[in-house]
């Protein structure tokens, strides 16, 4: 069975500065994707990036990005000069690549909470 | 606009009744899910949809019925039976071409 671990309840960035928020997994599947969600005080859950596992290059999205080590099974994301408005619970989901037929569940982590102090 | 639209967005039931939540989408995607949040935590999975009139339960499909008649719309219906109905639900849905989830704004559901 999958799961989707991290490690850090809650964190807390000035604004303007870099964070970085960790995620590892388990599996034993070698083709899967990988997503950052950010869920904000409106409670929509809303997708900041997303990488696929037979991508070396890491994803990138503006300010933010990710260090994916696939051999370690760690996915962190990186947030570039911090916002107010990134302030927002963040979950690390996982979902196996789709076969015509199978589950194909996206699994969530429990979620970091970061605020971005002004 | 292209999206999902979950309606009410807030949502209070006496205990005993049944309650329907509405997800709809205009992505023509397929695959469609519920998800229920509680405090503290990550989303679980209640139904998906892969295909119009096909579903399968999650991990938490007691107490919930859903259905799927048409590719825009998935509705979950609270059953009585639901021990615990007070949560946040998440609607969600998927394309053909990728793997990636897309959300819908959420309901929250209160049982008085």
């Known amino acids: 069975a999958q799961t989707v671990t991290q490690s850090q309840p809650e964190m807390s960035v000035q604004e303007a500065e870099t964070v970085t928020l960790s995620c590892t997994y388990d599996t034993s599947e070698s083709n899967y994707y990988l997503f950052w969600y950010k869920q904000p005080p409106s409670r929509q859950m809303i997708l900041v990036i997303r990488?696929?596992?037979?991508?070396?290059q890491n994803a990138t999205e503006n300010r933010f990005s990710v260090n994916f080590q696939k051999a370690a099974k760690s996915f962190s994301l990186k947030i570039s000069d911090s916002q107010l408005g990134d302030t927002a619970m963040y979950f690390c989901?996982?979902?196996?690549?789709?076969?015509?037929?199978?589950?194909?569940?996206?699994?969530f982590g429990t979620g970091t909470l970061l605020a971005v102090q002004p | 606009d292209g999206g999902i639209t979950q309606s009410p967005k807030y949502l209070f039931r006496k205990e005993g009744q049944n309650v329907t939540l509405s997800c709809e989408q205009n992505l023509n995607h397929d695959a469609m899910y519920w998800y229920r949040q509680d405090p503290g935590q990550g989303l679980r999975l209640i139904y998906y949809?892969?295909?119009?009139?096909?579903?399968q339960k999650g991990d938490i499909a007691e107490g919930y019925s859903v259905s799927r008649e048409k590719k825009e719309s998935f509705p979950l219906t609270v059953t009585s039976a639901q021990k615990n109905p007070t949560a946040f639900y998440l609607c969600?849905?998927?394309?053909?071409?990728?793997?990636?989830?897309?959300f819908g704004p959420g309901t929250r559901l209160t049982v008085l």
């Open positions: 949809s892969q295909i119009v009139n096909d579903f």
């Open positions: 969600a849905s998927r394309g053909d071409s990728t793997d990636t989830q897309y």
């Open positions: 990488q696929e596992a037979y991508k070396q």
């Open positions: 989901a996982f979902i196996r690549t789709f076969y015509g037929g199978a589950t194909n569940k996206l699994i």
